[in-house]
């Protein structure tokens, strides 16, 4: 039986930090990170895209309004500090059309409250940003958007993290607790003085079986990025459509990777399991018998449009239209540019049970023994450093 005075659930770049964040505080305490996969960063944070968001999609009253640009920032040096390459290249955020005006309006507004440099760009001023760039009227510039190859990233933490004395257990799930209050693992017990779940997929069941979450579940929907072979260069910067600040996805956009290539998405595709990146491979009868029925009661009565998002999101499907989405964005798009779909990630998002609605910032849950963290959606790659601060205020405020 393992004994640790931390014990650190799931080593995505939460759980990294987070133990991380741990061992700078209590030196003299011993801390376990607990990864069930061969190695950390094997779902959502290593199939990240990469972005470094700036910080001007949420509200001002938000945790992650509270974390991005700090984060963002955070996470520059951090690359600067190992090597890592970083691509300023930044955001052009267009307007599709007048409607998309007032959506702009609101994430200027955000912006100046978030205090995130944005600068506002005539149709002109677009194109010389992104010459390629369609926009009604106006855009919005954010130069503190950037990329990074978020797996580097995390190899360069879980390195860090095993440098500063940090336990990283591999092939480790933890399951539950059994009844004198251990974590169980398949490798038997864990007697810890704080466990933290950070198990990003299964964070809702393991919080259950301590007694948290009760109104919570955790919904996953597949993200997948079509790829351009175009040569680098082809596109200068990120570019976005305003989004529906309703939901927390952010329309087909085209993503820059670090080597300067173009990637359009990300779908957003609601999964009958938690692990679906193949459509038919390795299904889990536990997750579909648990995930099913909460998308047709979705489907039927939602507390948001969810029969609307998840018609649009099933469309994503088809290359041809998604290559027609982004078309609205730029210029020259063209079908036969884009024939190569990416890895898949999954995003493991929050359902409210009692209100039938995405959860929409980060959701903690906890006591003197454990703390869940429950919500962890992006921009949460971003905001890892500085959230994983906040995490360890909350537990120092309840131990």
């Known amino acids: 039986m393992l004994t640790t005075d931390f014990a650190v659930a799931g080593a995505g770049i939460v759980g990294l930090q987070i133990a991380l964040e741990l061992r700078r505080r209590h030196p003299d305490c011993s801390v376990a990170l607990l990864e069930k996969e061969p190695e950390p960063g094997l779902h959502a944070s290593g199939r990240n895209s990469g972005v470094l968001h700036a910080g001007f999609y949420y509200g001002a009253d938000s945790l992650k309004a509270r974390f991005t640009l700090v984060g963002n920032r955070r996470m520059k040096e951090y690359c600067a500090a190992h090597g890592i390459p970083v691509r300023n290249?930044?955001?052009?955020?267009v307007a599709r059309g007048p409607a998309d005006l007032a959506g702009l309006d609101e994430l200027r507004r955000r912006g100046r409250a978030n205090g995130v440099p944005l600068e506002e760009v005539d149709e002109r001023a677009a194109r010389e940003v992104e010459p390629r760039a369609r926009t009604h009227e106006r855009a919005l510039f954010s130069p503190e958007t950037a990329t990074v190859d978020p797996a580097r990233v995390m190899a360069a933490l879980a390195e860090e993290a095993r440098a500063a004395g940090v336990r990283?257990?591999?092939?480790?799930?933890?399951?539950?607790?059994?009844?004198?209050?251990?974590?169980?693992?398949p490798g038997g017990a864990v007697d810890a003085g704080f466990v933290v779940n950070a198990a990003g997929l299964h964070a809702d069941r393991l919080a259950r079986a301590f007694g948290f979450a009760p109104h919570y579940r955790i919904l996953p929907f597949k993200g997948l990025y079509l790829h351009s072979d175009e040569p680098p260069g082809a596109l200068r910067t990120n570019v976005y459509p305003v989004p529906d600040l309703a939901y927390p996805f952010l329309g087909v956009h085209f993503t820059l990777t670090v080597d300067g290539h173009a990637k359009i998405g990300p779908t957003a595709v609601p999964c009958l399991w938690r692990?679906?990146?193949?459509?038919?491979?390795?299904?889990?009868?536990?997750?579909?018998?648990?995930?099913?029925?909460?998308?047709l009661?979705?489907?039927?009565?939602?507390?948001?449009?969810?029969?609307?998002?998840?018609?649009?999101e099933l469309r994503k499907c088809r290359r041809r239209y998604v290559?027609?989405?982004?078309a609205e964005l730029l210029e020259g798009v063209e079908e036969r540019h884009y024939r190569r779909w990416g890895t898949p990630g999954i995003r493991a998002q929050l359902l409210d049970l009692r209100t039938r609605?995405?959860?929409?910032?980060?959701?903690?849950?906890?006591?003197?023994?454990?703390?869940?963290?429950?919500n962890a959606v992006s921009p949460a790659f971003t905001c890892s450093a500085p959230f994983a601060v906040?995490?360890?205020?909350?537990i120092d405020a309840a131990a």
Request: charged fraction near 25%; aromatic fraction near 6%.
């Open 357 to 374: 609605t995405l959860v929409m910032d980060f959701r903690l849950e906890g006591d003197a023994r454990s703390m869940h963290v429950l």
């Open 275 to 295: 692990e679906q990146y193949a459509w038919l491979g390795r299904p889990s009868l536990r997750d579909a018998a648990e995930t099913a029925p909460l998308l």
């Open 323 to 326: 290559v027609a989405r982004a």
């Open 89 to 93: 290249s930044g955001k052009l955020v």
């Open 168 to 185: 990283v257990l591999c092939g480790c799930p933890a399951l539950g607790r059994d009844a004198a209050g251990r974590l169980r693992t």
């Open 390 to 394: 906040y995490v360890c205020d909350q």
């Open 297 to 312: 009661s979705l489907l039927a009565r939602g507390g948001f449009d969810f029969r609307r998002l998840a018609a649009e």
